[in-house]
């Protein structure tokens, strides 16, 4: 398995509150990504990064923002968690070659 | 119309049948193609990557790509009770490291 970890697995955090959510990777892979999960809406990225300080916004990035100050590690936050936020989060990674990712535990958040 | 289509399912085969999984795409410069399964509150596993048109075979899953059509799918022979999970299919559009999921098929294998 992909040295992919995340933290924390689940979180239950109250309407307003800021949230970090943090992805691991052991594999030191250049690329790495931030997706929600939702039924009826399947994977979708929300913001990801192809190198240290380098991010760039997916499909589904209002109200998160993303750093990365290590390639090892990737940070989501979320500033002012809302209801609509309530997902399943996946962290991915790919290499530098075919882009093949791969896919950490995920992180069940609820937001109440 | 959606980027990348799956028929939602569920998808019922009997045990030891084939099950055959369908994806379609609309970019037509896709040049990476990828299916991977899930299980019921895990995380998405990689079990297939297709670039050239064709057919691609690994052990019992067999993916297969027609650009020209736009399609890509995923057959499984010897469909097992553990094969049942939600494949998601996932194409890299040209010019990007990203990728886009269709939203899943669930295959469920009867005993």
């Known amino acids: 398995d992909a040295g992919i970890t995340q933290s924390p697995r689940h979180k239950v955090t109250e309407t307003g509150t800021p949230v970090t959510l943090r992805c691991h990777q052991t594999?030191?892979?250049?690329?790495m990504y931030w997706y929600r999960q939702d039924p009826g809406h399947g994977l979708r990225l929300i913001h990801y990064?192809?190198?240290?300080?380098?991010?760039d916004k997916g499909e589904v990035s209002d109200g998160y923002s993303v750093s990365r100050s290590k390639t090892e590690d990737f940070l989501l936050t979320l500033e002012s968690a809302t209801s609509s936020q309530t997902s399943v989060y996946f962290c991915?990674?790919?290499?530098?070659?075919?882009?093949?990712?791969?896919f950490g535990p995920g992180t069940r958040l609820t937001v109440t | 119309q959606k980027e990348v289509e799956q028929n939602s399912g569920p998808l019922s085969v009997p045990e030891g049948a084939i099950a055959s999984l369908n994806c379609t795409y609309s970019d037509r410069g896709s040049q990476s193609f990828f299916w991977y399964r899930q299980y019921s509150g895990k995380s998405p596993e990689l079990i297939m990557s297709i670039y050239s048109n064709g057919d691609k075979e690994d052990g019992r899953f067999t993916a297969q790509l027609n650009k020209a059509s736009q399609y890509v799918s995923l057959l499984i022979r010897d469909s097992q009770p553990s094969d049942s999970a939600t494949y998601l299919c996932?194409?890299?559009?040209?010019?990007?490291?990203?990728?886009?999921f269709g939203t899943g098929t669930r295959l469920k294998v009867l005993a």
């Open positions: 996932a194409v890299n559009p040209p010019g990007t490291y990203k990728y886009i």
């Open positions: 990064s192809y190198g240290v300080k380098d991010t």
């Open positions: 594999e030191n892979h250049r690329y």
């Open positions: 991915a990674i790919s290499g530098q070659e075919r882009y093949e990712q791969y």
